[in-house]
């Protein structure tokens, strides 16, 4: 390790005494330097809330057998947002408890007894120390944008796909879009008939995951705008876990100008791991009362979640469609100011996804396009007028030019 890493902090939970004193000397010659936290289990019990695991550390737990409370135990931590490194020790596993395992966030499992040396569980220990450092002292370039429907069908995806394009040609920006839907994932349409050789599932599953594995992986659809597509199969996909996109995203972040996510809107710890890490969220919702109630909701899980009110961005989309509520109600209901407004255009953005060219470069001058090339400015810091504060009289500004 060097001066500049950043060194974890390991806290040991065994089974008993005399394993505690055997990782103590396993231990005795390791290089670093912060103290080791060593416990026993309480009536066999993990009892992991009496640990303070909020930041930078390795969590070691030593178990006779793999039980179910451990698992609920570890389940919690992640439930919590709690995200230590655990080293699980055992000394026999089904496929099935290391499926369960591994869906908890063990990062590596270690088989007992320990071997002369130890040697493995110092091996275990060291790739999660790299893996720590590699993410600190790469600076990751890129701004993270996840778009989310407040329900199905809002147009999230044709709003985060048109702006992703925009950024890519007006701005120039390398653009990564990631599909995070688990099944039924419809980007591709958008933008191009080309089959995908692989999938967000295929690649964040693998060992190494670096920058040449997403290129090669990823379709490219524009210049600088490369299609991470989902994968058509459930099984695949429900072998993502939180750990694998906190991965892919630091990798995709330190390459790309901006990575886009395409998310579900039934929020799963995947995608809450996703929205952990972007830097803006867009809410795509309509000037309906369902949508509206359903944004209430999704705005109510992010303030359970944390997350500062400038990360979240409203972009109400089909805002002059007949059946849309007047401004004062949506104001009223959803009490937050809506950041950005698409017009409704349906025969301009059927004719765009059935020709799966992007409005914005099929029909430019159209007043969905407009829109959302306001939105991209936005997007990029460039406003383009003296007062942001109205996305709609920006709009109509451009039309008129
Ligand atoms: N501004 C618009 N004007 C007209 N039609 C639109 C507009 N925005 C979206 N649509 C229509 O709504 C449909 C759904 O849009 P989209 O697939 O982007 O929604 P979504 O929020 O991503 O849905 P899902 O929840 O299924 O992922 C599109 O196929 C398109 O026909
Ligand atoms: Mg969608």
New binding site residues.
């Given amino acids: 390790m060097s001066e500049n890493d950043k060194e974890l902090t390991i806290h040991v939970v065994a089974t008993n005494d005399a394993m505690v004193s055997n990782l103590q000397q396993v231990f005795s010659k390791r290089p670093g330097k912060k103290p080791i936290v060593y416990m026993t289990r309480v009536d066999h019990e993990l009892r992991l809330n009496r640990i303070n695991l909020e930041k930078d550390n390795i969590l070691i737990i030593d178990s006779e057998k793999i039980s179910q409370f451990d698992i609920e135990d570890m389940a919690l931590l992640h439930k919590e947002r709690i995200h230590p490194y655990i080293i699980y020790l055992a000394s026999s596993w089904t496929e099935n408890q290391l499926i369960d395992l591994m869906r908890v966030g063990v990062n590596e499992i270690i088989h007992l007894p320990l071997n002369g040396s130890s040697q493995d569980l110092l091996d275990a220990i060291e790739r999660i120390q790299k893996r720590v450092n590699i993410a600190v002292s790469s600076k990751p370039k890129g701004k993270i944008i996840s ?1 989310i ?1 407040s ?11 048109n702006l992703a394009y925009l950024l890519s040609q007006k701005f120039q920006k390398k653009i990564l879009f990631i599909d995070l ?1 688990l099944q ?1 994932g ?1 980007s591709s349409y ?1 933008l191009s008939d080309t089959i995908a050789s692989s999938n967000v599932a295929e690649i964040v599953t693998q060992p190494y995951l670096n920058s040449v594995t997403i290129a090669a992986s990823a379709i490219q659809v524009a210049d600088n705008l490369y299609l991470l597509p989902s994968s058509n199969s459930i099984e695949k996909s429900s072998n993502i876990q939180a750990d694998h996109i906190d991965t892919l995203l630091t990798v995709a972040a330190y390459e790309y100008d901006y990575v886009f996510i ?1 998310l ?2 039934v929020l799963t710890s995947n995608s809450i791991r996703a929205l952990d890490r972007s830097e803006l969220i867009y809410i ?1 919702t309509q000037p309906t009362l369902a949508y509206l109630k359903s944004l209430v909701n999704l705005l109510g899980v992010f303030s359970e979640l944390s997350y500062p009110e400038k990360k979240i961005k409203i972009v109400m ?2 805002c002059d ?1 007949d059946a849309a509520l007047p401004i004062e109600k949506v104001n009223e209901i959803i009490n937050r100011k809506v950041y950005a407004e ?5 025969s ?3 004719e765009s ?1 059935n020709a799966g060219v992007p409005i914005v470069k099929m029909f430019h001058l159209n007043k ?1 396009s407009k829109a959302i090339e306001a939105l991209a400015n936005f997007t990029e810091g460039k406003n383009l007028v003296e007062k942001p504060e109205s996305m709609l009289s920006q709009i109509f500004h451009l039309n008129k030019g």
Avoid: E, Q
């Fill in positions: 778009c429907s329900k199905g069908g809002a147009g999230a995806t044709m709003i985060a796909i839907h039924y419809d958008y395409d579900n809107y795509i989309n089909k469609v698409i017009p409704f255009d349906l301009a953005v059927d996804i969905v």
